[in-house]
Each structure stands twice: as C-alpha cells, then as structure tokens.
C-alpha cells in the first residue's frame, strides 16, 4: 500500500511540479538523489560489481531506456494531459509487457490474452475521446505516454533478465545511475536555479526519494511476502490513486467516459496480471521496479 500509494501521487507531484520548474529542473534533482542513494545502498549491500565490460553495457544501455528516455517522453506526455490520464496510461504497462514478451518467445495464457484485449478496448475509447470537440484527453499527450509507456514495458522485459542475473538491487542502481547520464548531460544548461520556490526543490527531493528509492524498496520486500504474482495485481491499483488524488488535489474534472475507459483497462490489466495455478506472471519485472514516473 506504500508503493502504491507513493506511486499514484507521484504522477500528481510532478503534474503540480511542472507548474514551477521545467522538465529538465526535476528530472536532474531525482536522477541525482535517487542514484547517490540507490548506488550507495547496493554497494553497501552486495559491494562494487564485478560484472564484465558486456554486463556494464548492457545494464546501462537499459538504463537509458529505462530513464533518459522513458523519463523524456513521460514528462512531456504528462504536460500535455491531465496527472489521471497520465496514471492510467502508465497501468498499461504490465499489459504491453505480454505482446511484447511475445516477441522474445514469452508465451501467454488465455486469461491474460483475454486481459490485454480488455485493457486495449479501454484504450480504444481513450483515443475516441480525443476526437471529441474540448476534450480533457490530447491526442499529442496521449501518444507521448504511450510512447513512455513502451519504453517501460521493454525495459521490464530486460528487468526480468537483468536483475536474475546481477541482483534486483544493483541492477536497478546502476542502471539509472548510468542510465540517466545522457540526460542529465543534455539537462545541465537548462537546469533553472534562479527565482524558484524552495518548496519546489522540496517536491523534487520527495519525488526521487519517494518514487524511486522508499516506493522501490518497500515493493521489493512487498514481492518477497506476497509473491511476484500477487505484487504485480497490487500495481493496477496506483493510477487510480493518480485518478483521486488529481481530482482532489489538482481539481481536474474528468469526465464520466474517461473514469469509465479508466475502469476497463485497469480491469483488463489486473485481470492479465491476476495469479494463476499454470501462467506465469508476465509483469515480474514490473514487481521489481514498476513505472514510477
């Protein structure tokens, strides 16, 4: 409930966050705090990596697109929409991960087919909102999360990979910690020190602490009491914290259909994610670290 609940409100963070400072700003200060004390903890944990030139590369080159890019294309999609659209759109996730593990040769149970088709059905009525004359839901901002959405999916696909191999907690530290350098070398002129509020400075500390350190850890040892497979039914449960809490916090009015295309794919995705005696859960990667904006 932690994780959940840390997640959820973080799309809504950064939606009021972006109001005081711009995209380069925030992500800079989570990149930085979330790597020192991630990569500090796995060090003291497991000592340095050993890992070879190929495993360096190969967690950092996932860590890009895990971070520098996934992050790019997130905030971008999360100015442009309403946080509760950006939250439902970041359930999808563990939906995309299915078709997209099919590629690698992952199969798929009936259920969870049954689950991804559901899920799309309510992103189907997303994208026909769109055409609709003041629409809350942009279709730029929309195809900007999708975009992140993706890039998180594949990512989890290598999570699953990676972290069996290094450790759940090495992997995801020095993944974004080299993950992100591209990006922050890009963010660097653009950072704004000047003129902004110290409590923003304050929401970017509790965003990258929250979302990416505090949220991670308690839904690691989440993972090891519950198992994988019920963990990863908990995370459908966040974008509707995102739903409420932008409602509450935020005032953004959505309409009934867009609360109810919401319903269908959070349905859809808990229903292709729920435990079952033969399947194999498909989103294990998104246990150990799942999108956290």
Excluded: D
Excluded at 53 to 59: D, K, M, N
Excluded at 235 to 262: C, D, G, K, Q, Y
Excluded at 265 to 283: C, D, E, F, K
């Amino acid at each position: 409930m932690v994780t959940v609940i840390l997640w959820g409100g973080n799309v809504v963070l950064l939606k009021a966050l972006l109001s005081h400072l711009n995209a380069e700003s925030i992500n800079t200060g989570r990149f930085l705090l979330a790597s020192a004390v991630l990569v500090t903890l796995a060090v003291r944990a497991h000592g340095w990596p050993r890992w070879t030139r190929r495993t360096w590369l190969t967690v950092a080159a996932v860590g890009l697109l895990g971070n520098s890019v996934f992050q790019t294309l997130f905030l971008i999609g999360i100015r442009l929409s309403p946080a509760g659209v950006a939250g439902v759109v970041n359930g999808l996730v563990p939906v995309l991960v299915l078709p997209l593990g099919l590629l690698l040769g992952q199969a798929v149970t009936r259920r969870q087919a049954a689950g991804v088709g559901v899920a799309f059905a309510g992103l189907l009525t997303l994208l026909l909102l769109t055409r609709q004359p003041g629409s809350p839901v942009p279709l730029a901002g929309l195809g900007w999360l999708l975009a992140a959405a993706t890039a998180w999916a594949l990512y989890t696909l290598f999570n699953r990979t990676l972290s069996g191999r290094v450790g759940a907690l090495p992997f995801v530290a020095f993944s974004l910690a080299l993950g992100s350098l591209p990006y922050l070398l890009y963010a660097a002129p653009h950072v704004q020190l000047a003129g902004t509020p110290p409590l923003a400075w304050v929401g970017v500390a509790l965003s990258g602490l929250g979302a990416n350190v505090v949220a991670y850890l308690a839904w690691a040892r989440g993972a090891q009491v519950l198992g994988a497979a019920r963990t990863s039914v908990w995370n459908t449960l966040a974008p509707m914290v995102a739903l409420i809490l932008s409602a509450a916090l935020l005032h953004e009015r959505l309409p009934l259909s867009v609360w109810a295309a919401a319903a269908v794919i959070l349905g859809g995705a808990a229903l292709a994610n729920w435990p079952g005696r033969t399947a194999t859960p498909p989103a294990s990667g998104a246990t150990e670290k799942a999108p956290t904006g």
